[in-house]
């Protein structure tokens, strides 16, 4: 019950909010996202003792064999707390903007986040799909409608790129489904059913390529920087903080377990796609002069990592894609929580035209080098640890692919600390010295990302704990042979 | 007091914690009192721990914290290690560094209240890494500290961070350690791959199971061998040591001198299991050493910038420690980053006395005759100079010596080459002290007027360093000389796989002898040259040109790696993003729209057309579905 | 040649003569030639009917096809006044394609149906199926649903007719 | 006599009304070549009527009561046909149906 | 069967209350009323059927199947009526005589889904087409309605000499017209019958204007008066799938029957979803681009013509509502739109927010966004299609082009919500919002429970 309550907190606020108006759409989303909040450590602590409490079963669709079938595992309880608190984080950053018909914009954040959750929960593939679609569709609007000049453009192409790619999926759910026995589409029946090879191979790319495009993998995603870049931060956050965690939690939930032989087939192939996006995203980060595509591109960099990790499939590499995912999604939410300050104060992006940011919002500087550092995976900070866990699983499969993706390591530090130096140190220009620093609700929302950061930096065990059980099952089910 | 030892590293943390959060309110005495005082507590419970050490039988022990990471079979706890190689780096590391601390209370003050603050919280947070680099019981741990290090630089490199320039070194010493680092950090995925743990006591009683010349442990040595070339500045990556110098003078002397580049050398030291293994590994690290030697010192030759001369002794330096490593005598290296430590940091406090007397000057051609007006800085300068230089009787003579004897036993080149860096030490470095504090001024009058002697906070640090400069080396006294070598019993047990060369009596005193009197013919040969030193304003040419521009090794690697990294990265923003996958992307959408701007062509609007096209479609669907 | 042969010549001279006015249809200039052209052909069909024992379709088909609607098409041509100098002549190579592409069909038929086994049409076999009576028993019993549904439609044909045609 | 000749037959008419209706522009042939390819049709379903009534099947008057309705549809269809042809030729002042092909695309 | 009867009854009805009802927008009511009293004569029929019963010598079925599509159809013409109804009278002055046309067709579509008898699908196609043909070309004046009416008309007759050619040879294999005694699925094919069996396919995809039989619609759907494209763009289609899914799957299927004509559907729906896609993402106007995307729409309906199986029936249902009532009320909306090209709804979410917002709900259940009926409908047809097996590449051939389905439907949301403009808009009642509402409502709540609709099969 908890587990829909976590649904439909948001789902049923954030219509409300549709009719609400400034203040009332901000103070209403809030206070569910703080809701939605408290219900996610609360579930996070059963989950941590017993999960199988979370499970909830309803019947929805019984002709179809396809039921309204949600629970936590592990990673599911680790995914919600991250939207649980990203969505708090997001709301308190921007709070003190106005956004033109706040009700809706706050109203589909909402919407999303009940998609994003409903996702993580899912235990039926149909439902999967459902929810999968759900939390794009908000997105959607966001970014058009409160996005930069091409917006429009950008986000259709981010758009249809992910629906091509989710339909895909679909058309490989229901060749599953059929093939079952009793035509079911709950995760049990999935994994039970183990396709002949053949059927696995060719059905490991209609689910591969669906989530290679919302993590995004190279060659799928050249959607993700200009969708970035044109987002409201806000979506932004909430994009490349949990939504391409779908993409990766997709892969653990729904393609290890249910088609092992078709990711044993395949996975030197999608580990070499992800390793050669890692250098090529990071090469593409040295170069970049615009803020918002840096990190954009830094994202698909890490993302890359993540997902060479996930195709490695042992033991370390899975841990410490886990808990990345969860990092990863709070130190690129902290990254945007300041570019969405730098925005707010400076309105440009172009990183050349800044610069000296420090001399006059020192804590706005340091919070960027704190997140920076995270974000290149400065031990101690929790960066450290996923990266740490991946690179070392991913080195236990193959050590050549692990030596090449961690050259991004040295590459992570040129681009990021290049854009300390242009964005923040250095002498302050006309435009920075005029730079306010950091105000009450964003150092707020920004301090407890940077707690976050040196609190599973230093002390890991919480959350390597909790993933434990997602990656017993995905390894007793992946190491068909 | 040993299950205090997390009392060391915490108490410098908490010193980071209380400097970094009221920087804005704390007032510069109590700055000064916070950051010292934390260090120098730690130096008083790394003394007591040392104590404990030192006593006969103590065996290693490791204090637990808490689970780090916990990953199936892979526990990789929280916990330090104490024992006698880590204890003797907590003494080096604390009392180096509370000196240091009380010398910057008084060279940083003229910096803002919250600069200040700022200052001793980072080289608070550095001390608190390098703690947990020493102390770590594990390679995780290790690295831990390996990159706090090397952030802390990064930090106090780029200190004073509204000068592009110091930015840039910064992030250049930070990427350059990275470097080294992802070796490292490869070698620790090897050994968790091989041993399925990365805990010291664990690993290094895997290993002999390899054999001697396992590949395995080829590639283990090597990888964290990379690790330390890049922290220790050696050849290749040493580029950025010399750089570091834009930070302020104390973090030279601090980190870039007495203890963050030497971690490089714990690294090997107590890897030594691990590394007398690998004797192919050895040699390389000995030759990598002896070039950095070599080539350093050759640099420093021709270098006018008084912190960039000692930085490049540091870096020379570094690479007899590196020599001292490769043959197998650990001991010596650890004595010589003792000494070093003591001398170099010496030498870079007095360096920085002198820059603060002459108000930022930092070009040696500048300055001149000092000795007249900082008479406690010329003679703990000095003292300095004849320690480095190796002059009998102080540490650093001993220190080399060992190295020196060591390398002769392993082999004769590498004798000679490091003998001829050992010569070029002394050149340079009394080049640098009779242009510095001989001569006559040659500054400006505003300069001139202003010279006066440092305040005691700075001198004090001095004389305790020339003190312990001269002192130092007797703790490891030669075989010949007939005492006990207490260094060596005291590491002994941690440093079990060392293998000594031991030379015969007298040869081993007519190498000291050969190197004192070639020393002493150099220090005569600096002297007349530059004691009155003018400077003509003359432009190198010539072999001297190519020294003072560094072998143009910076050149070089601009342009084998910067510039083709920078192209690469164009090329695939450009080439491959824009016009090759996007406008792919792109590509199928205006296909898409291409395709229905033809196809919609058919629909031409002549129903004659339309029923022709429906016939024509029945006929050959009729042939595909009958005939077919 | 027995009766088997009389029939056999009654059904060639009726084909021809439905095949050669059907080809005139579609062949002469002037549309007025092609109505009397159908109404030739349908004669010869209704010819057929006879043969084949459908004496109801016969009658209903002389007075509905070549009575009413051929007379209707007449006279909406007279009507329109048309002739053959208003038709402009479709261009060449389309008319080709429209006979090629006829013929084509043509030939795809016969290929399919070239084959086909089927029972034997014993011509002469006079049978009264074809008659008004056994076939109005048949309407109004089982075909009754359809006989009413034409009603809807003739409705429906009659309403559109007058929406269309009124001014 | 073998049905295979009226099908034929029919099958002849049948492709000759097709390729009236593609070689004509005017609406009426056009329509009046669509009357033929129905009358075709009708032949065929005459032949099959009589084929199974040789064949021995009571129900075979089906067939030529399904001719009678395609006739009662016919008319239906002239009718209206008629109507729209008028209704054009009322507009245009012409029967050529490439005349009006103004929505295209 | 009642409702066959109702719907002709009204019919008639309707077009002696023009005679007598003078304000031309009370029409309207009677219409309404009629399409109420067939849908509970309808209901009606399903009490007594309680599985399915041939009725009147074989002619007409009543089955659980005809009695939900019935009800479907005549639902929908229901919310035609309501949302439309007062735009017949733009058209023309013979408002009664429209609708009582609208109802003759429905007394044809009735049939849709209950004949049993060949002759019963020809007059069926023929009630519904003929009253289409006058339908197309009412608005008298208009050159465009003109031709419309033209096009349809000689293409319509055409393909009823298709029809009946193909129902001539079957009768000449089988010697029977019921689609239950024909028993082509057992003994030896005879080439009479195949021959019959693909004729009857190019008729029945011309009636859904499958690729290469589709040249009329566009132009068809473009001439007409708006409201009444609406009306056969939708209602009308789904009769004409049904009707080919009923023939197919009853006489065309078992013993290995369907691998004769298999793969031609399966070359016609592929060509159908690539030439309907891709032309409608050309289109300027709204109204033509709905004409392409009911194109495309059929192609993904004809997947449950390709599979034949249980779960076709059950997505040719729902992809009939789905389908039918976002189509009906797109062009309600647009019916209300002075300017009928994207650039028409510029910035209609300003104006008219609630427009746009149901406006939107239709058009993502038209591409197929989960939570609308619109994703069950195309899931439902593609599981039919994955079960038939060997028509994978078919299914994904299909997805890809609903993603570029997408392209299209979200133009028009991005000019409603993202574009500036004043979309002017006709004056706009509270009803007519409030059926909307409802119509999107029936969209996502069969977007989510799916099983309101299916249980009655």
């Known amino acids: 019950m908890l587990t829909v309550l976590l649904i439909l907190i948001p789902l049923i606020t954030g219509l409300i909010t549709f009719g609400l108006k400034g203040a009332g759409a901000k103070a209403l989303s809030l206070l569910s996202s703080f809701a939605t909040l408290v219900i996610a450590v609360i579930a996070w602590q059963q989950a941590a003792t017993a999960p199988e409490t979370l499970q909830f079963v309803a019947e929805w669709i019984p002709q179809l064999g396809s039921q309204f079938n949600v629970g936590l595992d592990g990673m599911g309880a680790m995914l919600c707390l991250l939207t649980a608190v990203s969505f708090p984080l997001i709301f308190i950053t921007v709070y003190g903007r106005e956004y033109d018909r706040p009700g809706a914009f706050y109203g589909l954040l909402l919407l999303s986040q009940a998609g994003l959750i409903g996702v993580f929960t899912a235990y039926d593939a149909l439902l999967f799909y459902v929810f999968w679609e759900l939390a794009l569709i908000p997105v959607y609007f966001l970014c058009s409608m409160w996005g930069g000049e091409r917006a429009i453009p950008v986000t259709f192409k981010f758009f249809v790129y992910t629906f091509a790619g989710s339909l895909l999926m679909l058309t490989g759910i229901i060749y599953i489904y059929t093939q079952t026995p009793e035509h079911s589409f709950s995760w049990t029946a999935f994994t039970a059913l183990q396709p002949g090879s053949t059927e696995q191979s060719w059905l490991f790319w209609l689910f591969f390529v669906a989530f290679a495009i919302k993590m995004p993998v190279f060659p799928f995603h050249t959607w993700q920087p200009d969708t970035y870049e044109q987002s409201p931060t806000p979506v932004t956050m909430v994009l490349s903080g949990i939504m391409v965690k779908m993409g990766l939690f997709g892969v653990i939930r729904w393609l290890l377990p249910v088609l092992p032989q078709g990711v044993y087939i395949w996975q030197e192939a999608a580990i070499v796609l992800s390793v050669i996006g890692i250098i090529y995203a990071s090469c593409i980060a040295i170069v970049q002069t615009d803020l918002k595509r840096l990190i954009a591109y830094s994202s698909i960099a890490h993302i890359g990592l993540m997902s060479a990790a996930i195709f490695a499939n042992n033991e370390q590499s899975m841990q410490g894609v886990q808990v990345q995912m969860f990092n990863h999604g709070i130190n690129i939410i902290g990254l945007w929580m300041i570019v969405e300050v730098i925005q707010n104060r400076l309105n440009i992006k172009n990183m050349q035209e800044m610069g000296g940011i420090a001399t006059h919002a020192p804590k706005l500087a340091i919070a960027l080098v704190i997140v920076s550092l995270a974000n290149i995976a400065l031990p101690l900070t929790n960066g450290f640890i996923g990266e740490f866990l991946m690179f070392s699983g991913l080195f236990q499969y193959n050590a050549w692919f692990a030596a090449i993706a961690a050259v991004a390591i040295i590459l992570a530090a040129v681009y990021m600390l290049n854009m300390l130096q242009k964005v923040i140190f250095g002498e302050a220009n006309a435009l920075t010295s005029t730079t306010a620093d950091l105000k009450t609700g964003e150092l707020l929302a920004i301090s407890v990302v940077i707690v976050i950061i040196f609190v599973l930096g230093v002390y890991p065990k919480p959350l390597l704990e909790l993933v434990d059980s997602t990656t017993a099952m995905v390894n007793a089910a992946a190491w068909v042979k | 007091m040993i299950h205090l030892v997390w009392l060391v590293p915490f108490l410098p943390l908490l010193g980071f914690l209380i400097n970094g959060l009221g920087r804005k309110y704390l007032p510069k005495s109590l700055t000064g009192v916070v950051g010292s005082g934390s260090v120098l507590a730690a130096f008083v419970i790394s003394l007591l721990i040392f104590f404990e050490v030192r006593q006969p039988g103590f065996t290693p022990q490791v204090v637990t914290l808490f689970d780090f990471i916990n990953v199936g079979s892979l526990h990789i706890p929280f916990a330090f290690q104490v024992d006698q190689l880590s204890a003797l780096f907590l003494l080096i590391i604390t009392g180096v560094g509370s000196l240091i601390h009380i010398y910057s209370t008084s060279y940083m003050h003229e910096e803002s209240n919250e600069g200040f603050a700022r200052y001793f919280a980072y080289l608070n947070l550095f001390v608190f890494s390098m703690l947990i680099l020493v102390l770590g019981a594990n390679y995780v741990m290790m690295f831990i500290g390996w990159e706090g290090v090397g952030l802390c630089s990064y930090l106090l490199i780029g200190f004073w961070f509204r000068n592009i320039n110091f930015n840039k070194a910064a992030n250049k010493a930070f990427i350059m350690n990275r470097i080294g680092d992802l070796g490292f950090l490869l070698g620790i995925f090897l050994m968790i791959q091989q041993f399925g743990s990365v805990t010291f006591s664990e690993v290094f009683e895997k290993v002999p199971a390899l054999g001697e010349g396992s590949i395995i442990l080829f590639a283990i040595a090597m990888l964290l061998f990379v690790g330390a070339m890049g922290k220790s500045a050696q050849v290749p990556l040493y580029t950025w040591l010399p750089d570091a110098m834009a930070g302020p003078t104390p973090v030279s002397a601090l980190i870039h001198a007495a203890t963050m580049v030497t971690a490089g050398i714990y690294m090997v030291a107590r890897s030594n299991v691990l590394y007398s293994l690998a004797p192919y590994i050895q040699a390389i690290i000995a030759i990598v050493g002896v070039v950095t030697a070599l080539l350093a010192a050759s640099i420093a030759l021709k270098q006018n910038d008084i912190k960039k001369v000692l930085a490049y002794s540091t870096v020379s330096q570094l690479g007899y420690m590196f020599l001292a490593l490769g043959t197998g005598a650990y001991t010596a290296a650890v004595f010589h980053v003792m000494t070093h430590a003591f001398f170099k940091a010496l030498l870079f406090l007095g360096s920085g006395s002198v820059i603060h007397a002459m108000g930022g000057e930092q070009d040696i051609r500048k300055m001149g005759g000092l000795k007249k007006w900082m008479p406690v800085t010329n003679i703990t300068f000095l003292i300095g100079c004849l320690a480095i230089a190796g002059i009998p009787g102080l540490s650093g003579f001993f220190s080399k010596d060992e190295i020196l004897a060591n390398a002769f036993g392993y082999n004769k080149v590498i004798y000679a080459l490091a003998l001829i860096g050992a010569l070029m030490t002394a050149f340079y470095m009394f080049r640098l002290y009779y242009i510095t504090f001989s001569g006559k001024f040659r500054g400006t009058h505003e300069q001139e007027h202003h010279l006066h002697e440092s305040p005691a906070a700075i001198t004090l640090p001095l004389i305790i360093l020339a003190v312990l400069s001269v002192i130092g080396g007797y703790v490891g006294l030669p075989e010949v000389f007939g005492a006990p070598h207490l260094l060596h019993e005291y590491l002994s047990p941690v440093l079990v796989s060392e293998h000594p060369h031991h030379l015969d009596h007298t040869l081993e005193w007519g190498l000291m002898g050969l190197s004192t009197v070639l020393v002493i013919v150099m220090i005569f040969i600096a002297r007349g040259k530059f004691s009155r030193y003018e400077d003509t304003g003359a432009e190198n040419t010539g072999i001297a040109k190519v020294l003072e521009n560094k072998w143009y090794v910076d050149e070089l690697y601009d342009a084998i790696i910067v510039k083709p990294l920078l192209v690469l990265s164009r090329f695939f923003r450009d080439g491959i993003e824009r016009s090759g996958i996007d406008a792919l992307v792109n590509g199928v959408g205006r296909g898409v729209k291409w395709g229905g701007g033809r196809i919609r062509l058919l629909q031409n609007g002549q129903v004659g057309f339309y029923i022709f096209a429906m016939v024509i479609g029945m006929i050959v669907l009729f042939v595909i579905s009958l005939f077919l | 040649m027995g009766t088997m042969s009389t029939e056999l010549m009654i059904f060639i001279l009726l084909s021809a003569i439905a095949i050669a006015s059907a080809l005139g249809v579609i062949l002469s200039k002037n549309p007025v030639n092609s109505v009397l052209n159908m109404i030739i052909c349908f004669v010869a069909i209704a010819g057929h009917y006879i043969m084949l024992n459908a004496q109801f379709l016969f009658v209903v088909h002389l007075i509905v096809y070549t009575g009413a609607i051929m007379v209707l098409f007449l006279f909406v041509l007279m009507m329109m006044n048309l002739n053959a100098d208003i038709e402009p002549q479709k261009r060449n190579w389309l008319k080709y394609a429209g006979a090629i592409s006829g013929g084509a069909l043509l030939l795809v038929l016969v290929g399919a149906l070239r084959e086909a086994s089927l029972p034997a049409v014993q011509a002469g076999s006079a049978t009264d199926i074809g008659l008004i009576a056994n076939l109005g028993k048949t309407l109004f019993t089982s075909y009754v649903v359809p006989f009413e549904l034409s009603s809807v439609l003739f409705l429906s044909a009659m309403v559109g007719a007058v929406v269309i045609g009124k001014k | ?105 | 069967m009642n409702a066959l009867i109702s719907t002709a009854v009204f019919g008639i009805v309707l077009m002696f209350v023009g005679l007598f009802v003078k304000n031309k927008q009370q029409i309207k009511y009677f219409a309404i009323a009629g399409t109420i009293i067939a849908f509970i004569a309808n209901w009606y029929d399903g009490q007594l059927a309680g599985g399915s019963s041939t009725i009147l010598h074989g002619m007409i079925e009543v089955s659980r199947l005809s009695v939900l599509f019935n009800a479907v159809a005549i639902g929908s013409t229901f919310l035609y009526f309501v949302l439309c109804g007062s735009s017949f009278e733009k058209v023309g002055d013979d408002v009664a005589d429209y609708f009582a046309l609208v109802f003759f067709i429905l007394a044809g579509i009735t049939l849709t889904a209950s004949f049993s008898n060949l002759l019963m699908l020809f007059l069926a196609i023929e009630i519904i087409s003929i009253p289409q043909y006058i339908l197309a070309g009412a608005d008298k004046k208009n050159l465009k309605s003109n031709e419309a009416s033209l096009k349809y008309f000689l293409m319509g007759s055409f393909t009823t000499g298709i029809l009946l050619m193909g129902i001539a040879l079957i009768y000449g294999a089988t010697g029977s017209f019921n689609i239950y005694e024909m028993g082509l699925g057992t003994g030896d094919l005879s080439p009479l019958a195949l021959c019959g069996i693909i004729l009857l396919g190019f008729a029945l995809a011309f009636k859904v204007s499958a690729v290469p039989f589709h040249f009329w619609t566009p132009d068809v759907y473009d001439g007409s008066p708006t409201v009444f494209t609406a009306f056969m763009a939708t209602v009308v289609k789904a009769a004409g799938f049904i009707a080919f899914l009923r023939l197919f799957q009853v006489s065309f299927t078992g013993g290995g029957l369907e691998h004769h004509w298999q793969l031609i559907i399966a070359l016609i729906t592929a060509a159908t979803l690539l030439i309907g896609n891709f032309t409608a993402v050309f289109q300027q106007s709204v109204k033509r681009m709905l004409a392409y995307s009911s194109i495309a729409q059929a192609g993904f309906m004809l997947f449950t013509i390709v599979s034949s199986n249980e779960t076709a029936t059950q997505g040719i249902i729902l992809y009939s509502i789905a389908y039918s009532v976002a189509t009906i009320g797109i062009f309600a909306i647009l019916l209300k739109m002075k300017d009928y090209t994207f650039d028409g709804y510029n910035g209609l979410a300003r104006r008219q927010p609630l427009l746009a917002l149901v406006n939107t709900i239709f058009l993502l259940s038209l591409a197929g966004i989960p939570l609308t009926a619109g994703f069950f409908a195309k899931y439902f047809v593609l599981t039919a299609a994955v079960q038939q097996g060997q028509l994978l590449w078919l299914v994904i051939l299909a997805v890809l082009c609903a993603a570029i389905s997408a392209y299209y439907y979200f133009r028009v949301i991005i000019a409603m919500y993202f574009k500036t403009g004043d979309a002017e808009t006709l004056p706009i009642t509270a009803g007519f919002r409030s059926v909307l509402v409802i119509g999107a409502a029936v969209i996502i709540l069969l977007g989510v429970f799916p099983n309101l609709v299916l249980q009655f099969l």
């Open chain 4, 1 to 105: 006599m073998p049905v295979q000749y009226y099908i034929f037959l029919s099958i002849a008419l049948f492709c000759i009304g097709v390729m009236g209706v593609l070689m004509r522009r005017n609406a009426i042939i056009i329509f009046m070549c669509i009357e033929l390819m129905l009358n075709a049709v009708n032949l065929l379903l005459v032949a099959f009527s009589k084929m199974w009534v040789d064949a021995g099947r009571i129900d075979a008057d089906a067939a030529q009561l399904f001719v009678f309705f395609v006739m009662v549809v016919a008319a239906a269809e002239v009718s209206v046909g008629l109507a729209i042809i008028v209704m054009m030729y009322r507009n245009t002042h012409s029967v050529d149906i490439n005349i009006l092909s103004r929505l295209k695309n």
